[in-house]
């Protein structure tokens, strides 16, 4: 069965910087688009950024600003995301998705999800 598995979530203070990740098995990665997706406590869950089946990277531009960036290893079938100049609103638990050759900032659009992994930021 399809499995996504996050880690590097963690605490770190305010400015800091993580790296998460998202090893995916049982689909052929190539052929998926991988999201970012955060969810805070009493908060809908938020697009943070994507990468399509074929390298396209898109943000959410609300609060990215250069700050973050995704990528993938087909090899490793694993998705990033880098983290930096981290702050206090960017607390949240972090949800990787994939996405069978599509490409969306829509969390319905997304066909399997990981368990997440929280990211908590200390000022």
């Known amino acids: 069965q399809v499995q996504l598995v996050e880690s590097g979530g963690g605490l770190v203070q305010a400015g800091g910087s993580l790296r998460l990740s998202c090893a995916a098995s049982?689909?052929?990665?190539?052929?998926?688009?991988m999201g970012w997706f955060r969810q805070a406590p009493g908060k809908e869950r938020e697009f943070v950024a994507a990468?399509?089946?074929?390298?396209?990277?898109?943000y959410n531009a609300d609060f990215v600003k250069g700050r973050l960036t995704i990528s993938r290893d087909n090899a490793k079938n694993t998705v990033y995301l880098q983290m930096n100049s981290l702050k206090p609103e960017d607390t949240a638990v972090y949800y990787c998705?994939?996405?069978?050759?599509?490409?969306?900032?829509?969390?319905?659009?997304?066909?399997?999800w990981g368990q997440g992994t929280q990211v908590t930021v200390s000022s």
């Open positions: 998705a994939a996405d069978y050759q599509g490409w969306s900032k829509q969390s319905d659009e997304y066909d399997y």
């Open positions: 990468i399509s089946w074929i390298g396209s990277t898109a």
């Open positions: 049982g689909l052929t990665f190539r052929r998926y688009s």
